[in-house]
């Protein structure tokens, strides 16, 4: 399953989430396809492939403490 989220940082909180994701061991579960800082907010863009909603849950809140993740399920769109 491919997920997106979308992380607003909190304000102040700014060098912590970047500790986080400097620092932070992907779980074997977890298959990060993007992490991306954007110029305006939200603050980042990732996108990645869990197994299911919650381990894909589980690894979104490990940013909740810095930033309000906002997470979507991603379906292929059909091309035919």
Do not use: Q
């Amino acid at each position: 399953m491919i997920f997106v989220s979308t992380l607003e940082v909190i304000p102040g909180k700014g060098a912590a989430l970047l500790k986080i994701i400097k620092s932070m061991e992907i779980p074997n579960d977890i298959k990060i396809r993007e992490f991306l800082s954007l110029f305006d907010k939200p603050d980042y863009l990732l996108i990645f492939e869990a197994s299911n909603e919650e381990k894909a849950m589980s690894f979104v809140l490990k940013f909740a403490s810095v930033a309000v993740p906002k997470t979507s399920l991603g379906v292929t769109v059909d091309k035919s």
